[in-house]
């Protein structure tokens, strides 16, 4: 299998490595600047760096477009690709239409998404076998292909549509970019009152635990909201008054809690 | 040195197994129904149960009251104790004073705090070395004995006042509370759409192991309200329009995202 990756960022650092190590061919790769492409191809020995969006002679038939949601559109309407070639994006929040685009340039195009669902940090590999892929294509040939794909770095392939994809997209910024502000806002209580955060983290792996192993995270739900402590949450209400901003968050968050369990 | 447990919850079952193991004496277990302290005191050789509060004649000189927030004050107006003894209790949330109610009965007593830093689980022995045990007495005499018993379950044994101690407990209230609720909520709308959570959980799993790592969580937080990417929130907000309650959820973390990168 060859694939062309259009992008120099985290994630496309990640696919080219996982790529490669798995014996997908990388044949190209894409970015507006020459230097950015060639930081993540260092180590390639038969990849040609791009600059340009004409791809009308590649040799791939899968093309992967790694780049931000704000950049996807704008790279699918300049982008030139072969006849029968597949167009996928990594994005969980685009729906696989954005890429309708491409189609004004070559109307062969087959067009799909191909999303793990993972946050990824730049030169720290990671384990694709445990990973989430998230596939969609607009017919069955492309989709068998990303299939293909996908199988050959992830053991957990999933066929999700766009709306679906969206919804997983909602339930993670739940329980991954909001449990972080958390921990960020508790840091920030803990550092105001001169407290070190790290006494606070054997707690927190504890929580952390024991909400994975539940059945659901609700049965193992604990606090002063949940047991409507109100002598304990008027306390804790008076220690943070001061910020505004702290305060209107900890009413928001005990509110949803008493109202999940009334 | 030798204890006494009030209480037969939670909490006292992990006492009195943390303590026997490390050949602190427990000499007595209170609970309101004998069945109840037996319940936790099935294997201890040598120990009194008791149904009333009338320690008197009480071997110990140190009594742990652990019991529910509510029940404290309770305890402490009706327990009747040696000369020269230490009552401590083990809230977060509870000042040290308000043990004061039990020097009615024996102005020789002397109060303080003796509080993990935890949430436990009936019946999962933990490791109590990594637990930190947040400590305050009335004065240092007292002091001494509690850090020494502290020191005797725990390498992380701390001296925090009651002040610090409620702040300690809204910082785990963000980091712990919130954060599981947040978790429970990304279930609900995977669930509501026949997605299985547990797709979600290598992203979890990384998004906690990144924060832990971090110098602050803050540092890597992502998101579509970190990098104000507006399309996103607005498609995120319609799929879950429907749901009042979550949106305003939705609407109150991302604007204090936004407002921590701002």
């Not at 990594?90 to 309708?100: F, H, I, P, Q």
């Not at 946050?119 to 990303?146: M, Q, R, Y």
């Not at 293909?148 to 709306?163: N, T």
């Amino acid at each position: 299998m060859t694939v062309s990756i259009i992008g120099a960022g985290n994630l496309a650092w990640h696919l080219v490595n996982v790529f490669e190590e798995l014996d997908v061919r990388v044949a190209e790769v894409y970015a507006r600047k020459k230097k950015n492409a060639e930081s993540i191809t260092g180590y390639l020995y038969d990849v040609n760096v791009k600059t340009d969006l004409d791809f009308s002679d590649s040799p791939s038939k899968l093309f992967v477009l790694a780049v931000s949601d704000d950049a996807i559109e704008i790279v699918a309407k300049q982008i030139i690709l072969p006849n029968d070639s597949i167009l996928v994006h990594t994005s969980g929040a685009k729906g696989m239409d954005v890429l309708n685009f491409a189609k004004f340039q070559n109307l062969s195009l087959n067009v799909g998404v191909f999303y793990p669902l993972m946050t990824f940090s730049k030169g720290i590999k990671v384990d694709f076998k445990l990973i989430p892929l998230c596939i969609e294509a607009e017919n069955e040939s492309s989709l068998k292909i990303l299939r293909k794909l996908a199988l050959s770095i992830s053991d957990k392939v999933d066929v999700i549509d766009s709306e679906q994809r969206v919804i997983l997209h909602v339930a993670a910024v739940f329980s991954c970019n909001f449990t972080n502000h958390m921990w960020a806002l508790g840091k920030e209580i803990a550092d105001d009152a001169a407290l070190d955060f790290e006494m606070l983290k054997p707690l927190i792996n504890e929580t952390f635990k024991k909400a994975m192993k539940a059945v659901h995270p609700a049965n193992v739900q604990t606090g002063p909201a949940v047991r409507d402590d109100f002598s304990t949450i008027e306390k804790h209400r008076n220690i943070i008054k001061e910020d505004e901003e702290l305060l209107r968050v900890y009413d928001s968050l005990t509110k949803s809690i008493q109202d999940w369990y009334q």
